[in-house]
């Protein structure tokens, strides 16, 4: 249920899930699970992977779990209106019907968005960092603290995207290193950085040759990890913002 609503792993959400599936499953509105195979096959197909297939598959990390949201589209095309009786035809059992799923839908649908709105609040402190930085810079992003409160993916770890998408610049860890993308680095260029270093931001040493191709290293740390990854005279890094959670270094004379 975590996964198919996007909720906290608890009782309350259990149960709202729960109540979900049931509505759909008890045709609430007046349907039932098809007979046909073209309809259920589907929804089969789904379920299959979301229980079969392992967290990462070929780099993909979070596999199965992105079919979590095709899980309630599929039941509902495995619907097919059925005949009722005439007592469960009557419109008021339809208006109870109607009734409980516009309950079910506005319970999540504030629960999301309060969600939404705390993570909003909570990343507000990315917004200087990205003002900081001028347009069409290199920077190298390390994600020390990838998660948040409010969502159980981490919702952080390629957060500073925003910068490419926002300032036109170029910030590594960037998918133009994964095959099949319609952007890809131009051989012999690649990506300058370890491997994984999205996913192990600890493997960064200051020094490092790669280190003065970027223009700026974005941090993401809920602590100042300045003393144990920049503070190191060779690296020519010195902290020119901070706040909320994150830590903006720029080489020293830019």
């Given at each position: ?6 909720v906290?792993?608890g ?11 049931a ?38 990390y979070?596999?199965y ?8 589209p599929?039941?509902l ?5 059925r ?6 035809a ?11 799923a ?26 200087p ?25 981490p919702?952080?770890l ?65 602590i ?11 690296c ?11 830590w903006?270094y720029a080489?020293?004379?830019?």
């Amino acid at each position: 249920m975590r996964d198919l609503l996007g909720v906290s792993f608890g009782g309350a959400e259990q149960i709202l899930g729960m109540a979900i599936v049931a509505v759909i499953c008890l045709g609430a509105g007046g349907s039932g699970l098809s007979k046909s195979p073209w309809r259920l096959l589907p929804l089969l197909i789904v379920v299959g992977a979301y229980f079969i297939l392992p967290n990462r598959v070929m780099g993909t990390y979070f596999t199965y779990q992105r079919f979590s949201i095709f899980l309630l589209p599929m039941l509902l095309l495995a619907l097919e209106p059925r005949e009722q009786t005439p007592q469960a035809a009557r419109p008021g059992g339809k208006s109870i019907a109607g009734l409980i799923a516009g309950l079910l839908l506005a319970l999540v649908i504030s629960i999301q968005g309060s969600k939404a709105q705390q993570f909003d609040r909570e990343s507000a402190g990315f917004a200087p960092m990205l003002q900081a930085m001028p347009e069409r810079q290199r920077v190298l992003y390390l994600a020390f603290d990838p998660q948040t409160l409010w969502y159980n993916a981490p919702s952080y770890l390629h957060f500073a995207q925003w910068y490419g998408a926002q300032k036109k610049g170029f910030v590594e860890f960037n998918f133009a290193s994964f095959y099949g993308l319609p952007v890809v680095y131009s051989p012999p260029a690649g990506a300058l950085a370890p491997p994984n270093i999205e996913w192990f931001p600890n493997q960064f040493k200051c020094d490092a040759s790669y280190v003065k191709a970027f223009g700026y290293v974005l941090v993401k740390a809920e602590i100042d990890l300045t003393s144990m990854y920049f503070s190191d005279p060779r690296c020519g890094l010195s902290l020119v913002r901070s706040g909320g959670g994150w830590w903006l270094y720029a080489h020293k004379g830019s």
